[in-house]
C-alpha cells in the first residue's frame, strides 16, 4: 500500500478491498495514536468510474463520500479540472 502522511492527514492507494482494510484499521488503532479518522470527512476517489458500485457496497456502512471526479489533497488537485473548477 501507499500511504502520504502530513500532521494528521492521511491518503492511501490501493484495491479496494486494501483501502477499506487500511480504513478498519485506523478507525480501530488510530485512537491510540491520537488520529482519529472523520468519516464525514473522508473522500473515496475512484479511479475507474466502473469500480463505483462495488465501492458503494464495500464502504456502504462507513459514511465516507465515494466519487470518482476528483477533490482536493494538502491543497492540491487531484482528479480532474474541468473549467478551472474541481470535477
Known amino acids: 500500500m ?3 502522511w502530513y500532521a494528521d492527514d492521511s491518503s492511501a492507494v490501493r484495491s479496494l478491498a486494501g483501502v477499506k482494510k487500511w480504513w478498519e484499521y485506523l478507525q480501530v488503532c488510530g485512537p491510540d495514536f491520537g488520529y482519529c479518522p472523520k468519516p464525514a470527512k473522508t473522500i ?3 479511479k475507474d468510474n466502473s ?3 462495488s465501492a458503494q457496497k464495500i464502504f456502504k456502512d462507513d459514511g465516507i463520500k465515494i466519487t470518482d471526479k476528483g477533490g482536493r489533497l494538502l491543497g492540491s488537485v ?3 479540472i474541468i473549467q478551472g473548477t474541481i470535477h
Do not use: D, S
Open 78 to 80: 487531484i482528479g480532474t
Open 2 to 4: 501507499k500511504q502520504v
Open 44 to 46: 473515496l476517489l475512484i
Open 51 to 53: 469500480l463505483m458500485q
